[in-house]
Nanobody
């Protein structure tokens, strides 16, 4: 059973940066796309960034220009680089890998942006 293990969250001041990592326990084949979601208290989970198997990326308008999604296939790891963080970015962040059939989720990591 594949597991996605996340790391890299924490507390950061507004304007700061964090990088989230999501490592798969084994190589995943037939990936359709990879993505990062987040869920703030009292809100629905929302898509933050995604990357297709061909490498195309897309971002929520709220993070465009500040966040970057990337993947390192040989290391079975994906990343979310977050710059110029704002208090409204505070949420639990989840990585997601979707196959042609089936998907995997990370355990979630808290990101808190506060002074």
């Amino acid at each position: 059973q594949v597991q996605l293990v996340q790391s890299g969250g924490g507390l950061v001041q507004p304007g700061g940066s964090l990088r989230l990592s999501c490592a798969a326990s084994q190589r995943i084949f037939n990936i359709n796309h990879m993505a990062w979601y987040r869920q703030a208290p009292g809100k629905q989970r929302e898509l933050v960034a995604s990357m297709s198997s061909g490498g195309s990326t897309s971002y929520a308008d709220s993070v465009k220009g500040r966040f970057t999604i990337s993947g390192d296939n040989p290391q079975n790891t994906m990343y979310l680089q977050m710059n110029s963080l704002k208090p409204e970015d505070t949420a639990v962040y989840y990585c997601n890998v979707r196959k042609i059939i089936g998907e995997y989720w990370g355990q979630g990591t808290q990101v808190t942006v506060s002074s």
